[in-house]
């Protein structure tokens, strides 16, 4: 269907909104009604021309045979399609013989919902249309729309057909049934100020998407194929794939089977799908609906090629009780098993952050590839994401866990970054992801990409967000760039700007970069006040309530069952204070215990400064050492966490105080060998990893100001320890590098590698544009004033 033809269509569809349901909907709820209708005329519209063969199938079961329960496969074959309807009406058939009588209009329309086969029966049932037409029969105006939708002026068919003048209705297929569908989502929730849904994937950019998938392999397909889309809205990418390449006059011409396989989450766009899956003689049950994420609903199975273009920038939120536990990852599907800076093994989190669920997508289809010893072309993937999926989420998190498990297992491919507003629903910057687990020995350990930014042409018309598109020779460049494989420089035009594609061509590590701690002493100052032990009687993470309810009632907050019985005054004054209280805080707060235990360390800390004084020192290692003597004394039990707890409170960095001392090791010659093995390096560099060798052979540790904490990302290809010394120790001297803490991480910056300088003009052409415009300027004023401008400017000599 070309793009008049689709525009029409969609307009008279739009007109019967308009016509019919002005009155009887509000107009954000026009498209209850009439999507629904789309996909009811399309199905019966295919079942019109074998209509007499199903009730002839029918009488013969009941009359012939007997049959309590209709057989479907006969009724099946009879129709031609996967589907049925066994009563004898059409929706023709119900207009034509229609009487003023609303209920017997509603009657036989139920009966003829209720001949459908269950396949069809459910997808009635999703868009909840029987309700509908009561509804529209409650306000007379179903007869109107029925007779619109039967109208021989609109074709709702895969097949061409004549409108009663003669001229051809062009044949409407799945994907051009997509394309009205969105059309008339954005139209309906633009009349209702609303957003126009998830992003639809244009037409070129499923062609690009089908191009790169099968191009490469055109000629080793396996003789039996399965595609899957996570995400497979109305089923466009599943069936223009199929087309790609059992298309008889197409590049390929793919002789095996091929079985499509989706899941939708939008009881609409389900309905969409699998109506379509039917009409082309697709197996409908192999389209789910519901939530990817939240079911593995083909948990047992392994496909030849996925292709998505799933949610971005969308919550996971309502999902996240089906993937984890707490912290922990429950579903196998998001946990990959990494090797940490060490070389060990271990089973880390694969999820995102929770605001953004597009990366969860990617790894439901990277864990429905097929092994390579299974199938020698194991699977391929293309993927639709936004920039995040590319640089978001530091070393360690679950984002760069995906890109890392993806990368360090070879399986990324191709990146392209797309021209923005290509899509209809969003402006931004989106990219092609293609991942094979069966790259061919020249690709192995490479990730091509290719900067299709600039490569488009421009909409005579913007059709929502979408304001340009790729033509068949765009297509052509990105796939044959892909083919090649080479790296491309971008041309620059006469006016110094960059135009046409570019590609490089990178190493897999070359994405990968180490984040390392760096660390730097602590140095305090300490001594004991008053003013400074006072807020040991209160709950550092409830400071401010416990404060205000022990300036209220003083010392009646350590009465039993006070507290408990002051707990709705509490809760109102915290949320004036606009500090909303969960059940832990509730119960900490109302814990005459937990007051007794923070009363009782102030009053320790206090015999504590009667002991030791309130003089202030530079020395907090000797300080320390004098508060452990005086607990000791005094045979005061304290735990390590109250310990660190009054000292904390009565200490406060210093930079001109001495080092805060952590541990003193006495390391012997194998010790020496072991801990310079571990991390790399010898004797005489310990000091750069945070052991400082003594006078009396000693090494000494200290305790990092986590104030002064930096950490540092080091490219793989680099070495740490040079990184250290060229960087950072030249700059912060008492620096030194914490080893344990270095995680690996992974991200791709298309804005880094395809950056092009471009110089800026010579200050002449710049003057003389000023000049240009002062002219223009001074012209504009006497035309407004009806006066002559006696001088010019001229340009300096």
């Known amino acids: 269907m070309n793009q008049t033809s689709h525009n029409n269509l969609v307009s008279f569809i739009w007109r019967i909104a308009d016509d019919c349901l002005r009155d009887v909907y509000v107009r954000g709820k026009y498209r209850d009604v009439i999507l629904p209708m789309v996909v009811l005329r399309r199905l019966d519209s295919l079942l019109e021309p074998t209509k007499a063969a199903v009730l002839e199938e ?76 009561r509804h529209m029969a409650e306000k007379q105006v179903l007869l109107d729309v029925i007779e619109k939708f039967v109208s021989p002026w609109i074709n709702l068919t895969p097949h061409d057909r004549e409108d009663p003048d003669g001229n051809t209705l062009p044949g409407l297929s799945n994907l051009g049934m997509g394309y009205v569908f969105e059309e008339l989502i954005r139209k309906f929730n633009e009349e209702n100020n609303e957003e126009a849904g998830e992003h639809f994937t244009p037409r070129e950019v499923i062609h690009l998407m089908t191009h790169l998938m099968f191009d490469p392999i055109k000629d080793q397909l396996p003789p039996v194929m399965t595609i899957y889309d996570p995400a497979c809205g109305s089923g466009g990418m599943l069936t223009e794939a199929q087309n790609y390449i059992k298309e008889p006059e197409g590049p390929i011409q793919a002789k095996g089977d091929v079985y499509l396989y989706g899941k939708e989450i939008n009881d609409e766009t389900y309905a969409i799908c699998k109506s379509d899956m039917m009409i082309k003689g697709n197996n409908p049950e192999n389209i789910r609906v519901g939530s990817t994420l939240s079911t593995d609903e083909f948990s047992a199975h392994r496909f030849d090629f996925m292709l998505s273009n799933p949610p971005y920038g969308k919550s996971w939120n309502s999902e996240v009780k089906y993937i984890k536990d707490g912290k922990d990852v429950i579903d196998p599907r998001f946990r990959v098993e990494l090797t940490d800076y060490w070389g060990n093994k271990e089973t880390v989190d694969a999820t995102p952050r929770s605001s953004d669920g597009q990366l969860l997508f990617l790894m439901e289809m990277v864990n429905k590839m097929k092994p390579v010893g299974t199938s020698p072309l194991g699977s391929r993937i293309a993927s639709v994401h936004n920039g995040s999926s590319l640089f978001t989420g530091d070393a360690g998190s679950g984002e760069a866990n995906i890109r890392r498990f993806i990368i360090e297992n070879d399986m990324l491919d191709t990146i392209i970054q797309l021209p923005n507003n290509l899509f209809y629903n969003t402006g931004i910057t989106t990219y092609i992801w293609l991942l094979s687990n069966s790259k061919p020995e020249a690709r192995r350990g490479k990730v091509q990409l290719i900067d299709a930014n600039l490569l488009y042409r421009k909409l005579r018309k913007n059709l929502g967000d979408k304001n340009c598109e790729f033509s068949d020779d765009h297509i052509r460049q990105i796939t044959e760039a892909c083919l090649n494989f080479q790296p491309i420089e971008r041309e620059i035009d006469a006016n110094i700007d960059a135009v046409g594609i570019a590609t490089q061509i990178f190493n897999n590590e070359d994405f990968g970069y180490y984040k390392v701690t760096i660390e730097r002493p602590d140095r305090r100052r300490a001594g004991f006040s008053a003013e400074r032990i006072a807020p040991l009687r209160f709950d550092k993470s409830l400071r401010e309530p416990m404060e205000w309810l022990y300036a209220e009632h003083g010392d009646k907050v350590y009465e039993p069952g006070f507290l408990k019985e002051q707990l709705k005054a509490i809760i109102a004054w915290c949320e004036e204070q606009g500090n909303i209280l969960n059940a832990k805080q509730r119960s900490k707060l109302t814990d005459t215990k937990h007051w007794a235990r923070l009363r009782d360390l102030l009053n320790t800390a206090t015999l504590l400064m009667g002991d030791i004084g309130t003089e202030e020192t530079a020395d907090f290692n000797a300080f320390r050492e004098a508060v452990t003597k005086a607990i000791k004394a005094r ?105 344990d803490s270095v995680k690996i991480g992974y991200e791709i910056s298309f804005n880094k590698y395809f950056y092009r300088h471009k110089p800026l003009r010579s200050l002449e052409e710049v003057t003389q544009d000023i000049l240009e415009l002062e002219e223009k300027a001074d012209g504009l004023i006497a035309d407004i004033l009806g006066v002559e401008v006696a001088t010019k400017l001229e340009p300096a000599e």
């Not at 013989?97 to 001949?115: H, K, P, R, S, V």
Request: aromatic content about 12%.
């Open 58 to 133: 029918v009488r013969y079961q009941k009359e012939e045979l007997h049959a309590l329960e209709l057989d479907d496969e006969p009724l099946k074959n009879a129709s031609g399609y996967v589907f049925f309807n066994t009563s004898q009406w059409t929706l023709k058939k119900l207009y034509g013989t229609a009487t003023n009588n609303q209920q017997i209009l509603l009657a036989n329309i139920e009966d003829y919902l209720d001949g459908f086969s269950d396949n069809v029966k459910e997808i009635v049932g999703r868009f909840k249309l029987f309700d509908q037409m």
């Open 635 to 739: 045979k005061i039990k304290l735990s390590a966490t109250e310990k660190n707890a009054i000292l904390n409170s009565v200490s406060w960095y210093d930079e001109t105080a001495e080092k805060v001392i952590a541990k003193r090791h006495n390391l012997s010659g194998p010790q020496l060998e072991v801990l310079t093995t571990h991390l790399g390096c010898g004797t005489g560099d310990l000091a750069d990893f945070g052991y400082f060798r003594q006078a009396d052979g000693s090494y000494l540790t200290y305790e990092p100001a986590t104030d002064l904490r930096d950490a540092e990302s080091v490219r793989l290809k680099d070495s740490i320890h040079r990184y250290f010394l060229a960087e950072v120790k030249p700059h912060v001297e008492e620096a030194w590098i914490n080893l």
